[in-house]
């Protein structure tokens, strides 16, 4: 199993050049011509396969930051800020859904290049495993500090994928008396397989997981949402450098300005039958 705290994605952009609108697009405070590498850990991994077994696809989502100003020496953060994450197979960069998975999103998974010149994904596994299928060994795992991932495996009824994801719990409840246990930890990454295309999918879901029994599973998906009229006088208000501000006040963008960040909340449930399996990870 995939040690994620060990394994990363580390990144080299192009060499930057100016937006011909925004004085801090992307948010790169540097000169023209300047590069900068980036690296993060991994949060999990999502595996899709056939009905015969065959893995179709393999995406990862990346730790998250808050949006910034890079590479500053002062006013790093941004405000208004945003969650920026990146979710991506070996080749792409998967849209990160905004919206709730009934209503359709004009996105497009993209190239890795497109953005990189360089990437390097760095996969570390854990020595061994032993799969805990009682809840005795996972209560004694768990109180003995033992590292602790999750496998949970479903099949979407559209296509017939078999999605499998991987990931490290990292809360677990026990009611040790009673022989109870529940997993409740993310964040995971779902694919929204509407936009499955056989090679690619072209927009996931940021979800957490929870599970108390063997053969189900629940998600709370995460969407966008707007926040009221008088919450966003304070919520718009950029403090130190404003990203949306013109190089040139009399040379605007059409659309200009452009959307400021929307709040995001965990609102949307998926309620799917599975096999889940808790598994002590062992370092070496």
Known sequence: ??????????????????????????????????VYHVRFDLDSCCRLRDGQ?????????????????????????????????????????????RRPSDEREEVRATLLSRGFQDWHLNLRAFAG???????GPIAE?????????????????????EVELEYPVNVMNLNVAD???????????????????GSQVHRVFVAHAAFSRFDRVEFILR??????????AW???????????????????????PARPRPTVFNE????EARNAVVEVLEG
């Open 1 to 34: 199993m995939i040690n994620f705290p060990r394994s990363t994605f580390t990144w080299q952009i192009h060499p930057w050049t100016p937006d011909p609108y925004y004085k801090w697009a992307g948010g790169f405070v540097g000169k023209p011509g300047q």
């Open 53 to 97: 077994g065959r893995e179709m696809a393999e995406f990862f989502l990346g730790a998250p930051c808050h949006t910034e100003y890079t590479i500053a020496h002062t006013n790093l953060y941004q405000i208004p800020s945003a969650e920026w994450r990146l979710a991506f197979s070996r080749t792409h960069s998967l849209p990160i859904a």
């Open 129 to 135: 495993e032993r799969v805990l299928r009682e809840v």
């Open 141 to 161: 795992a768990t109180l003995a500090g033992a590292a602790l991932n999750a496998r949970t495996c479903y099949t979407d009824a559209g296509t017939g994928l």
């Open 179 to 197: 022989g109870e246990f529940q997993v409740c930890t993310g964040p995971v990454l779902l694919p929204d397989l509407a936009t499955w295309d």
């Open 223 to 232: 969407r966008e949402v707007e926040a009221a009229p008088e919450e966003r």
């Open 235 to 257: 919520l718009d208000q950029p403090r130190g450098r404003d990203r949306l501000e013109l190089a040139d006040p009399e040379k605007r963008p059409p659309g200009d300005p």
């Open 269 to 272: 449930i998926w309620d799917l």
